[in-house]
Each structure stands twice: as structure tokens, then as C-alpha cells.
């Protein structure tokens, strides 16, 4: 079974909207890390949020994480074409042992 | 649910030797693509394949081969290992469905000494 699973697998959305991707895991983990992947090329990392860590921002990206509940969630606002990839959680327990999720494709409409 | 398979999960060898890393995608699958992560860097696509044939190349050395077998699974060949090949490879597999979404397998950390 997969460490992370992301939900929605598939999210269309008009240019301007909000677009929120939940992801889950099964273990304890250091931190939980979000990375966009174009075009099925290599994946770049967005943002890191450690387990001690509640919320992170970076620009239009606001990551949470709840541990109790083991998902953390990618909220990207004010959506543009340009955003149209798809998002990976991966989970770091430690020993840099990451397991990545299923991945969301997100598709920003024009 | 099944997931990819990746074996080993842990490989140690030395400069100048050979490494075949194994990926196995999940059943019914017909893409596999593997991944080379550095310390500290991002996840860098290295190469696909489709239907047992290559559809998309990276950034792979040409120390470095692959190929995908009629059962699907793919094994990435390393030759003349170097100490910067230390990584984690990751493989993910997808079916051809339009939405394409990658499964990533758990990685093999190859650690060369």
C-alpha cells in the first residue's frame, strides 16, 4: 500500500480559483514535503513542513498538516494557467526514507 | 492495493562497479519512469517507458541503460559507478488512461563508496 494517498486524484478549476489537495499517510513521520511535477518530467519541490509545524505559506501556496489525523493539505489561491501540473506529497520518516503519494492533477482552465 | 515495487531497497557498492536496480509497476501499468534524487535535491526524471519501448529521456548518463520486459517491470543498468550516482532512485508506473497520475515506488538508496 502507498504511504500518501492524494485526494482528488483529478481537479479541473477556472483561472482564479482556489485549489486544495489533501494527501494522508499511514506512519509517523520528520516532515512532509509537496512538489509539482510538469509534463511527467522531474519533480520540484514547492515547500517542506516539518511535524512540529501546524501551517506554512510560501507566496499563493498555504501548506497545513495534522499529524493526529496524518493528512496535510496543499491550498494554492488565486490559480492560474501556469499552475496546470501535477502535485505530489512525500512523507520523510527519517533515514531519508520518502515515500511519495499518488499525486493530484490539477488543470487550471483559462 | 498493490503498489510499485522497487528492489533493492538498499544497495552499497564501490567506484567502477555495476548496479542493476529493479522496478516492478503495478499490475495492469504500461508506463514506468525512473528517478534519480541527490542529497538535498529534487526528484530528476532520467527515463520512461511504454509498452516496453523508451518514450521520453532525461537527464540519464550514457554510463546508464534501461529497458522494460514483456511483464512490464524495468531494470535500470549502471555501469562505471561514480560516487556522485549516490541516491535515491525512485521508479513510478501509470497506465495510459489520459490521466496519467505516477505511482512512485519506496526507492533504492545505491550508496557508492
Known amino acids: 500500500s502507498q504511504q500518501g494517498e492524494e485526494d482528488p486524484q483529478a481537479l479541473s478549476i477556472q483561472e482564479g480559483e482556489n485549489a486544495t489537495m489533501n494527501c494522508s499517510y499511514k506512519?509517523?513521520?520528520?516532515?512532509l514535503q509537496w512538489y509539482r511535477q510538469n509534463s511527467g518530467r522531474g519533480l520540484v519541490h514547492l515547500i517542506l513542513i516539518r511535524s512540529n509545524e501546524r501551517e506554512k505559506h510560501s507566496g499563493r501556496l498555504r501548506v497545513t498538516l495534522d499529524t493526529s489525523k496524518k493528512s496535510s493539505s496543499l491550498l494554492i489561491t488565486a490559480s492560474r494557467a501556469a499552475d496546470t501540473a501535477s502535485y505530489f506529497c512525500a512523507t520523510d520518516a527519517g533515514n531519508n526514507d520518502m515515500r511519495f503519494g499518488a499525486g493530484t492533477r490539477l488543470t487550471v482552465k483559462p | 492495493a498493490a503498489g510499485v515495487i522497487q528492489s533493492p531497497r538498499h544497495l552499497i557498492k564501490e567506484k567502477r562497479e555495476t548496479a542493476t536496480l529493479k522496478c516492478y509497476p503495478i499490475?495492469?501499468?504500461?508506463?514506468v519512469y525512473w528517478y534519480q534524487q541527490g542529497p538535498g535535491q529534487d526528484p530528476q526524471f532520467l527515463i520512461s517507458?511504454?509498452?516496453?519501448?523508451?518514450?521520453d529521456k532525461g537527464s540519464i548518463p550514457d554510463r546508464f541503460s534501461a529497458q522494460q520486459f514483456s511483464d512490464y517491470h524495468s531494470e535500470l543498468n549502471m555501469s562505471s559507478l561514480e560516487l556522485g550516482d549516490s541516491a535515491l532512485y525512485f521508479c513510478?508506473?501509470?497506465?495510459?488512461?489520459?490521466?496519467?497520475?505516477?505511482?512512485f515506488g519506496p526507492g533504492t538508496r545505491l550508496t557508492v563508496l
Open positions: 499490475p495492469r501499468h504500461d508506463t
Open positions: 506512519t509517523s513521520i520528520n516532515n
Open positions: 517507458f511504454y509498452e516496453k519501448m523508451q518514450s
Open positions: 513510478a508506473s501509470s497506465k495510459v488512461t489520459g490521466e496519467d497520475t505516477q505511482y
